[in-house]
C-alpha cells in the first residue's frame, strides 16, 4: 500500500524558514512525479510546486516562486520543500502528493496518492 509522510511542519516567525520532508513507501516510484500543495482554513487546496523524479523539472505556484524550492533525493525515495521568506498567507496544512510520469502542473486530480498532511503555522 502506497504511502506518504510528510514531517517538519511547526510554528515559525515571520520572516522566517523552514524545511519539509514527504518519503514515500510501498511501491516502487521511480518515474512519478512528485508535488505539494497547501489547503488554508477555509480555503480550497491550492497547488505549490512540483517536481519529476528523473529530470528534476520543477514548477513553482506563482505565489511561491522565489521564496520556495523544491527538490528530492532519489536514494531515500523523499522529496522536500524549502520554505525561506515565510508570510502569514503561508500558513497551511501542506499536503505531499504522488502523480503520474508526465504531469507535473496545479491540478489535483492528476495526483493519485496524498499524504496526510504537516501543519505550518506562520505568526506574523
Known amino acids: 500500500q502506497v504511502q506518504l509522510v510528510e514531517s517538519g511542519g511547526r510554528l515559525v516567525q515571520a520572516g522566517g524558514s523552514l524545511k519539509l520532508s514527504c518519503t514515500a513507501s510501498?511501491?516502487?516510484?521511480?518515474?512519478?512525479?512528485r508535488a505539494w500543495f497547501r489547503q488554508a482554513p477555509g480555503k480550497e487546496r491550492e497547488f505549490v510546486a512540483a517536481i519529476t523524479w528523473s529530470g528534476g523539472r520543477t514548477n513553482y505556484a506563482d505565489s511561491v516562486k522565489g521564496r520556495f524550492t523544491i527538490n528530492r533525493d532519489i536514494a531515500n525515495n523523499t522529496v522536500f520543500l524549502q520554505m525561506n521568506t515565510l508570510n502569514f498567507e503561508d500558513t497551511a496544512v501542506y499536503y505531499c502528493?504522488?502523480?503520474?510520469?508526465?504531469?507535473?502542473?496545479?491540478?489535483?486530480?492528476?495526483?493519485?496518492?496524498w499524504g496526510r498532511g504537516t501543519q505550518v503555522t506562520v505568526s506574523s
Open positions: 502528493a504522488l502523480g503520474g510520469s508526465v504531469y507535473y502542473g496545479p491540478d489535483p486530480q492528476r495526483y493519485n496518492y
Open positions: 510501498g511501491g516502487t516510484f521511480s518515474r512519478n512525479i
